[in-house]
């Protein structure tokens, strides 16, 4: 099984400042054959189901602003906020759709500091 | 617009059964993967099993396999997750998820409480 681990478990950041977060994966999750890196990110807010903000590791998903943004590849990943807001108060998710079993990293809680 | 609504949830005793439905709607649903994932209130999320546009291919975690069983009726556009031998530790929000690259819509979620 492929174990994602995410740092750090929580992260408190002012407003308007920047957020970063990272996701390790125990193995690639790069596929060579179409060199996609087959991880996304998600955003949870309490109370509601999780939100794919970006998915190929750095591909945003409709509708998510461009204050997002993801990179890495093969095993290390970071997810960015470029400028919090209070509305991106949430748990953020790193997630492998490589292969079976699919994981999910244990997940980064970002606070208004 | 997309939907996807979870039904079949509620309270039940160690060792009973439930089966989890989820109705989709909004997209073509015969062409996608559906997958189930659950959360532990408070805690991180856990896929549970996906199966294939077709239902040819069933794919489970090793916390539920020989005890769960995913399927779907693409004339109703709902898949279905029937859970035997329920364990405390089962106790979750359940949800059912669309897979286009990976998961990009997801159900509301419904709860699953196993206690006596």
């Known amino acids: 099984d492929i174990v994602m681990t995410q740092s750090p478990d929580s992260l408190p950041v002012s407003l308007g400042e920047r957020a970063t977060i990272n996701c390790k994966s125990s193995?690639?999750?790069?596929?060579?054959?179409?060199?996609?890196?087959?991880l996304a990110w998600y955003q949870q807010k309490p109370g509601q189901p999780p939100r794919l903000l970006i998915y190929?590791?750095?591909t945003r998903e409709s509708g998510v602003p461009d204050r997002f943004s993801g990179s890495g590849s093969g095993t290390n990943f970071t997810l960015t906020i470029s400028s919090l807001q209070t509305e991106d108060v949430a748990v953020y998710y790193c997630?492998?759709?490589?292969?079976?079993?699919?994981?999910f990293g244990p997940g980064t809680k970002v606070e208004i500091k | 617009q997309v939907q996807l609504v979870e039904s079949g949830g509620g309270v039940v005793q160690p060792g009973k059964s439930l089966r989890l439905s989820c109705e989709a709607s909004?997209?073509?649903?015969?062409?996608?993967?559906m997958h189930w994932v659950r959360q532990v209130p408070g805690k991180g999320l856990e896929w549970v099993a996906t199966?294939?546009?077709?239902?040819?291919?069933?794919y489970y975690a090793d916390s539920v396999k020989g005890r769960s069983t995913i399927s779907r009726d693409n004339s109703k556009n709902t898949v279905y997750v029937q859970m035997n031998s329920l364990r405390v530790e089962d106790t979750a929000v359940y949800y059912c998820?669309?897979?286009?690259?990976?998961?990009?819509?997801w159900g509301r979620g419904i709860l699953v409480t196993v206690s006596s």
């Open positions: 998820a669309k897979e286009e690259i990976s998961y990009d819509y």
């Open positions: 909004g997209f073509s649903f015969s062409n996608y993967a």
């Open positions: 199966i294939s546009y077709d239902g040819s291919q069933k």
């Open positions: 193995q690639s999750v790069l596929y060579s054959s179409n060199n996609k890196n087959y």
């Open positions: 190929w590791a750095s």
């Open positions: 997630h492998q759709y490589f292969n079976y079993p699919r994981t």
